[in-house]
């Protein structure tokens, strides 16, 4: 594919993506079937990180950050980067100095499918990071590569503008077009989980909410006093 760097791409509006935001990442997976979950491996770079925001999409060569740079000049404040690498890697490819920059330039965060350096430092400013290794291994600024194309980051694909949301369960990405779908259906599934939990607080048992013991008859179990 031909390097390119897309300065314009549709985003999803301030008001949905704080709403999605509200809900976390595990709730929002189940509200859209549970789909757009990226690799357990993805972990925060602190416990307290929270993120939404919409995606401007880098596509880098492995060990090179040459393309992170680049995304910079095109993001908007609100914005988060979402790096992908052509071929594994767990160098740190983003570190103090473009947390620095992304700051600077409004970018809500980070999720990257590689890894970082500087680590106490960026947890330390409270920038939102997401990564799948901590490596001090530094990268070069060589390689060409692409901003705002579709990429397959952490097994979750994404495309520019698409909503990433991350939390301390992980990150789950929200295609655009859908994103206001999604927030009505995670609406009503907390809804249905907050009259769950009375109940579950009230003594039942989620074998009866949920009409499990039926569940188990179809799949043989039987119930015995004793072996």
Known sequence: MKAIIVRRIERADEETIHRLEAFGV???????GRHG????????LFPA?????????VLCHAGDNLMIHAALDVCRPGDALVVAVKSESR???FGELLAVSCVARGVRGLVID???RD???IAAMGFPLWSKAICAQGTAKSSAGSVNVPIVCADALVHPGDIVVGDHDGVVVVARAAAQDVVRQAEARETRESSTRDRLRAGELGLDIYGLRARLKELGVEWVDAL
Request: overall charge neutral; proline content about 6%.
């Open 37 to 44: 979950l990226m690799r357990p491996d993805m972990r925060p």
């Open 49 to 57: 990180a929270r993120l939404a925001a919409s995606a401007v999409t």
């Open 26 to 32: 595990a709730t929002i997976h189940e509200a859209q």
């Open 119 to 121: 680590s106490s430092t």
């Open 91 to 93: 160098d740190g490819m």
């Open 114 to 116: 590689a890894g970082v």
